[in-house]
C-alpha cells in the first residue's frame, strides 16, 4: 500500500443556497478544488462522489456523469463513481479513493460529495433524513430520526446522569466556532438558555440541538504522498482512514449510549496511526445532534463513557483545547448536505493544518481525525490526517 | 408503500410475530433468515414465533415533529420497549395523555392500532403500538 | 347447548361532555345532554377505526379463554362504519388474532345491530356443526354530522363474543328477530354522514321494532319481564330504553348494568353486545338476562340467555372489566375531538 495525501481542497457555503442547483455546486467545490492543488484534467484518473439521496431529493440518480460531464471531464471518459452510505456517503467516497490510490491503481483521484436539501419542503426532507433508518421496522411506525437520537439522549441522561446543558453546550461552543468560518450555514452565537427555550423536536432535544439540513458541497485531491510534493507545498497526509458498520435498526444494538462502529473503527484507525486519541489536536465529529457529540466523544476514546457531558460542561473543547472539537462549527453549525458532509470534515482539517482557517486557526496542531456516521451510527468512517514536515 | 410491500409483513406487524433459531434459541424481531450467532449453520432451521407483546419502556421520547402522516397525533410518544421475551423494539406508545407520567420502566402491551394510510383512497395500514393501560391484562 | 363461550370488550380513551359540543353550536348542550340522559361520549384516538376497536374486543375475548385461534372457523364484524366501503373488516381482525386461513369471514351491516346480526349467523354454524366456535363482533365509530343532534350520542366501542356449544359460559336459551323496511336512518354510499328521520326514528322505528321483538321472546319463551335479573335494549340514548323497558314492564334496577350510552354514548353496534358485556362482567350462574338488539332500516334481534356455572371458572381478569374501559377516561375538548375525528382539513384538502 503506498501512502496517500491530499493536496487540494474545494468547497462552497453550506447553507440555503436558493439560486444554486446541484450541479452548481458539485462543480463549484470540484473545481475550487482542482484549482487549489494546481492540477490539470489531464491529471485526474476518476472522480469519486457520494451523495445520499439525489434520486429522493432531485429525481435524479446516476449523478455521476453529470457531475463529471458539468466538470468539463466528459471528452476524458475516465471513471466516475457515485457512492452512497447514508450521511455518510462522502466519507465512504473518500475510503474508496484512498483505497484506490494507496493500491497503486490510480494516481490522482477527484472525491466529492454534495447534497441539496433545499429543492424539497422541509416536511419531505424529514422523510428522507428518516429513510436511513429502517423504512419497514423504524420509519413505517412513526420514528424520526430525531426521535432516535431523543432515545439515545432520554437513555444517556438516564443511565450517566448526563445533563440536559451538556447538550446544549454542544450547540453553544459548535456555533461559537461556526461564527469564525465564512462558509458556515449558520455564523451566530447562541446561548444555553436559547437551545434549551427553542421549540421541541423529539423531547429532550429541541430545535437548537438539531443540525439544520443545508445545500453543499465539498472535494478533496489524492495523491500518492510521494509525488504530493509536485503539486503542493502542504500535502496533508492520510495516516488512517477506516469504516465500521453495526445493525441498521437501532433496537438491535446491546447499548444505544455508544456506537460501536465508531468504537471499533476509531481504535482500528489509532493502531494504524500508531497515535492514541489524546495525541489529536483537532476532532471534527458527527453532531448532526448535540447528544452525537457527546456519545461521539466517548466512543472515540476521548473521554471516558458518561464523562463527556461534564466536560463539555467546563468549557472543554473549545478551539485552542487539545483535542479541538468541531472547529468548523460541525454539522450543527457549518452545515448538514448529507453526501457532503464527510468531505468537508476533511477539508476543516487540512484547512487547520495548513493555516488556512481564517480566525479559528488551532495554533501548532498537527493531528486531526474525521468521524462521519451514516444512519444511526450503522456505519462510521474515521480518517487520520497529519501535516507532512 | 406499496400494497404487496405492505401486505407481505402483515403477520409480523399485526401480531408481532418473529423469528427464532432452532440451533441456539435466540429470538429476532424483525424476522430473520439466518441466526447472527449461529450464520450458516442456521439455515433452514429458524421458525416463525409469536411474541407475547409484553414490555417496559427501555426509552422514550415525544415526538413535536413527526413524520408526514402522524399529524394528527403530535406530539406523540415514542419508545424502545424491551419485550419480556429479551428482545427490544421501537414503537409508539398510545393512551398518553398531559396526566401520564411516561418513565424508563414503564409496563406497555402490544395494541392493535391504525399505522398510516396511502392518501384517501388507499390502502389502510395496520400494526403494533404500545399502552401503558393495556399492561395490566394478559 | 348453543351460548357464549367468551367475550371482551373494547372502549376508546377519550371523552367530550356534551356541553362542550353545544359550546360550539351556540346551543345548551348541557341541557341537551341531559335530556338525551347522555353526560359524554367516547371518541376514538386519530389511530383508531373499527377494523383496531374489533380486534382489540376479539383479542380480550380470546386471551380469556384456551381456545386456539384456529379453532376459530368464522369471523364476522357487524358495523355500519367499515374503515373500507370494499374490503372486509373481518379479514383484518382474523389476520391479526392468527385465525387465517382455514375460517371464513364477513362484514355484516344493519346499522345498530350488525352485531347481534353476527352473533345469530354465528349460531346458526355451530348449531349445524359447520364450526365448533365463531367470533360476531359488533363495533362502530359512528359519526354524526357537526352540528346534527347525533353528533352528542354517536361515538366508539365494540365487543366480541365467541359462540360454540362446549364450555359456555352464558346459554342462548332463544333468539328471533323481527324485520321490517322502516326507513328512519340511513347514509347513502360515499356519503361520509349519516341522515335521518328526525322524531320519526322514536315510536315508528325504535318502539315499535323493540316492544314486537320483545314480545314475540316472552311469547317463545312463556316468560315475563320479571323472569330476567337483566335487561339489555338497544340505547340509541340514555332515555328510549328505559322508556321502552317501562312499556314492556320492567324496573329501572334490571336495566342499569347493561345502559352504558349515559356515559360513553351511542357505541352502534357495539351497544348492545357493550351492555351484555358489562352484564356478563358482573353475572352469576342463573342469572337470566333479556336482550333486544336496534338497527335502523329496521329490525330487531332478541335473546334470552341464562348465565351458566362455568362463569365462575372463566378467566374474565384477563382482559378489561367494560366497567374499567368506562372509567378508563381522558375528557377533551372540541378542538381535540375535531383533530381526532378527521374534522381539520390540511394542507393537501
Redesign the interface.
Known amino acids: 500500500m503506498r501512502e496517500v495525501a491530499i493536496i487540494g481542497i474545494g468547497e462552497t457555503k453550506f447553507g440555503e443556497l436558493w439560486d444554486r442547483s446541484f450541479r452548481d455546486i458539485g462543480i463549484e467545490a470540484g473545481l475550487k478544488a482542482i484549482n487549489d492543488a494546481k492540477i490539470t484534467s489531464n491529471d485526474i484518473n476518476a472522480l469519486y462522489i457520494g451523495t445520499m439521496a439525489s434520486g429522493s431529493l432531485i429525481k435524479q440518480e446516476h449523478v455521476s456523469p453529470i457531475l463529471l460531464d458539468y466538470a468539463g471531464l466528459s471528452s476524458d471518459h475516465i471513471p466516475s463513481i457515485r457512492i452512497e452510505a447514508g450521511e455518510a456517503s462522502g466519507a465512504l467516497a473518500f475510503h474508496q479513493a484512498y483505497l484506490a490510490v494507496a493500491s497503486g491503481y490510480y494516481n490522482i483521484v477527484v472525491v466529492g460529495g454534495a447534497e441539496k436539501l433545499t429543492d424539497v419542503s422541509e416536511d419531505v426532507a424529514r422523510d428522507i433524513t428518516s429513510s436511513t433508518s429502517d423504512q419497514e421496522w423504524e420509519t413505517f411506525f412513526g420514528v424520526t430520526q430525531a426521535s432516535q437520537y431523543a432515545l439515545i439522549a432520554n437513555k444517556h441522561m438516564n443511565t450517566y446522569n448526563t445533563k440536559r446543558e451538556a447538550m446544549a453546550e454542544v450547540a453553544v461552543k459548535n456555533h461559537y466556532h461556526g461564527s469564525m468560518n465564512s462558509t458556515a450555514h449558520f455564523q451566530n452565537k447562541i446561548t444555553v438558555e436559547a437551545v434549551l427555550k427553542s421549540p421541541p423536536v423529539s423531547t429532550p432535544l429541541g430545535m437548537l440541538d438539531c443540525a439544520p439540513l443545508s445545500d453543499g458541497a465539498a472535494t478533496v485531491i489524492l495523491a500518492p504522498l510521494d509525488i504530493a510534493r509536485k503539486f503542493t507545498d502542504t500535502p496533508i497526509k492520510i495516516q488512517a482512514s477506516t469504516i465500521s458498520t453495526d445493525t441498521a435498526t437501532l433496537f438491535h444494538r446491546r447499548d444505544i449510549c455508544t456506537f460501536d462502529s465508531t468504537i471499533l473503527a476509531s481504535k482500528k484507525a489509532y493502531d494504524l496511526a500508531g497515535i492514541g486519541s489524546s495525541q489529536l489536536d483537532l476532532v471534527e465529529l458527527n453532531d448532526n445532534y448535540t447528544i452525537s457529540e457527546i456519545i461521539a466523544i466517548e466512543d472515540l476514546n476521548i473521554t471516558k463513557k458518561g464523562e463527556a457531558g461534564k466536560e463539555l460542561l467546563n468549557g472543554r473543547y473549545r478551539i485552542g483545547d487539545k483535542p479541538s472539537i468541531n472547529t468548523s462549527g460541525g454539522l450543527k453549525a457549518h452545515g448538514q448536505p448529507y453526501g457532503a458532509v464527510g468531505i468537508a470534515q476533511i477539508v476543516e482539517i487540512v484547512k487547520q493544518l495548513t493555516g488556512r482557517a481564517e480566525k479559528r486557526t488551532v495554533n501548532g496542531a498537527e493531528i486531526g481525525l474525521t468521524h462521519t456516521i451514516g444512519g444511526i451510527g450503522s456505519v462510521s468512517v474515521i480518517n487520520i490526517l497529519k501535516r507532512v514536515n | ?1 406499496s400494497v404487496s410491500r405492505y401486505w407481505r ?3 409480523s ?3 408481532l410475530q418473529g423469528s427464532k433459531c432452532g440451533r441456539c434459541n435466540r429470538l429476532f424481531f ?1 424476522k430473520r433468515s439466518v441466526c447472527p450467532s449461529c450464520k450458516s449453520l442456521s439455515i433452514n432451521n429458524i421458525d416463525n414465533f ?1 411474541l407475547s407483546g409484553n414490555g417496559v419502556i ?16 403530535i ?2 410518544v ?3 420497549i424491551k419485550l419480556e421475551e429479551g428482545i ?5 406508545v ?2 398518553i ?1 398531559d ?1 401520564t407520567k411516561v418513565y ?1 420502566g414503564m409496563p406497555v402491551r402490544m ?6 394510510e396511502d392518501g384517501k383512497s388507499g390502502m ?6 404500545f399502552s401503558p ?2 399492561a ?3 | 347447548m348453543v351460548g357464549i363461550v367468551s367475550y371482551g370488550a373494547y372502549i376508546p380513551k377519550y371523552r367530550i361532555r356534551p356541553a362542550e359540543i353545544g359550546r360550539v353550536w351556540g346551543i345548551n348542550g348541557e341541557a341537551y345532554g341531559k335530556s338525551l340522559n347522555i353526560n359524554s361520549k367516547s371518541v376514538p384516538a386519530p389511530d383508531e377505526d373499527t377494523a383496531t376497536i374489533s380486534t382489540e374486543a376479539a383479542k380480550a375475548a380470546m386471551n380469556r379463554v384456551n381456545i386456539k385461534s384456529s379453532e376459530i372457523g368464522a369471523v364476522y364484524v357487524g358495523s355500519e362504519s367499515h374503515p373500507y366501503a370494499v374490503k372486509p373488516t373481518a379479514t383484518i381482525v382474523a389476520e391479526a388474532l392468527d385465525i387465517t386461513p382455514y375460517m371464513t369471514a364477513a362484514d355484516l351491516e344493519f346499522a345498530c345491530k350488525a352485531g347481534t346480526a353476527a352473533i345469530q349467523i354465528s349460531m346458526g354454524l355451530v348449531k349445524s356443526k359447520m364450526y365448533n366456535y365463531c367470533m360476531a363482533i359488533g363495533s362502530d365509530t359512528s359519526q354524526g354530522s357537526p352540528g346534527d343532534p347525533l353528533e352528542y350520542s354517536a361515538s366508539a366501542g365494540g365487543a366480541a363474543f365467541i359462540i360454540g356449544d362446549e364450555h359456555v359460559i352464558a346459554d342462548i336459551n332463544y333468539t328471533c328477530s323481527y324485520t321490517t323496511d322502516t326507513p328512519d336512518f340511513w347514509r347513502r354510499e360515499g356519503q361520509k354522514y349519516p341522515r335521518h328521520g328526525g322524531r320519526f326514528t322514536g315510536e315508528p322505528a325504535y318502539f315499535k321494532h323493540i316492544i314486537a321483538c320483545s314480545n314475540m321472546v316472552f311469547k317463545h319463551q312463556n316468560t315475563k319481564p320479571e323472569d330476567y335479573n337483566y335487561v339489555v335494549l338497544h340505547q340509541p340514548n340514555g332515555k328510549f330504553p328505559y322508556r321502552a323497558a317501562k312499556m314492556l314492564g320492567f324496573r329501572d334496577e334490571q336495566i342499569t348494568v347493561g345502559l352504558l350510552t349515559p356515559y360513553i354514548g351511542n357505541t352502534y353496534s357495539g351497544a348492545v353486545m357493550l351492555g351484555t358485556s358489562a352484564v356478563l362482567d358482573i353475572a352469576k350462574p342463573g342469572d337470566r338476562i333479556f336482550v333486544i338488539g336496534f338497527g335502523s332500516g329496521a329490525g330487531c334481534d332478541g335473546f334470552d340467555i341464562t348465565v351458566t356455572e362455568e362463569i365462575n371458572s372463566f378467566h374474565k381478569e384477563k382482559a378489561p372489566s367494560v366497567k374499567w374501559l368506562v372509567e378508563r377516561s381522558v375528557y377533551i375538548d372540541y378542538s381535540i375531538y375535531a383533530k381526532f375525528r378527521n374534522k381539520i382539513i390540511l394542507g393537501d384538502g
Open positions: 408503500m409483513e402483515a403477520k406487524r399485526y401480531m424483525p409469536n427501555d426509552a422514550f421520547t415525544y415526538v413535536h415533529e413527526g413524520l408526514t402522516g402522524f399529524e394528527m397525533q406530539p406523540y415514542i419508545a424502545m427490544s423494539i421501537t414503537a409508539q398510545v393512551d395523555d396526566n424508563i395494541v392493535f392500532r391504525k399505522i398510516g389502510i395500514y395496520y400494526g403494533y403500538k393501560d393495556m395490566n391484562f394478559g
